[in-house]
C-alpha cells in the first residue's frame, strides 16, 4: 500500500467514524444509524471495505440496513463494524 492509499483509507475511516451514531444486531440484520445524509456515504464504504456474506442492503437518509443469511454473518460483521468505531 503506498503512503497515498494508507491516507486515503484513513480518511474514509475517520469519515466512517464521524458519520455513524450507532448500530444495531437483531438476528441476522445489522442497523447503521448515521448523521442525516450521511447513509449513503456509509453504505459506499462497506460496499469498499468488503464486508463478507452481505445478501442485500438498503439505504436511506440515515439508517443503513444490511441483511446476511444467518445471525453469525451478522455477528462477525457487526464485529467488523465495532472494530472500525472503536480502534
Known amino acids: 500500500e503506498t503512503a497515498t492509499e494508507q ?3 484513513s480518511k474514509y475511516v475517520n469519515i ?5 451514531l450507532s448500530f444495531r444486531l437483531m438476528n441476522n440484520v445489522l442497523m447503521i444509524k448515521t448523521i442525516k445524509g450521511l447513509a449513503s456515504a456509509v453504505n459506499s464504504f462497506i460496499d469498499k471495505i468488503g464486508i463478507e456474506d452481505i445478501i442485500g442492503s438498503v439505504y436511506g437518509e440515515d439508517t443503513v440496513t444490511l441483511y446476511f443469511e444467518d445471525s453469525d454473518r451478522s455477528n ?4 467488523a463494524v465495532s472494530k472500525l468505531m472503536y480502534s
Request: proline residues 0%; glycine residues 8%; hydrophobic residues 35%.
Open 7 to 9: 491516507t486515503i483509507s
Open 16 to 20: 466512517f467514524k464521524e458519520s455513524v
Open 76 to 79: 462477525c460483521a457487526g464485529n
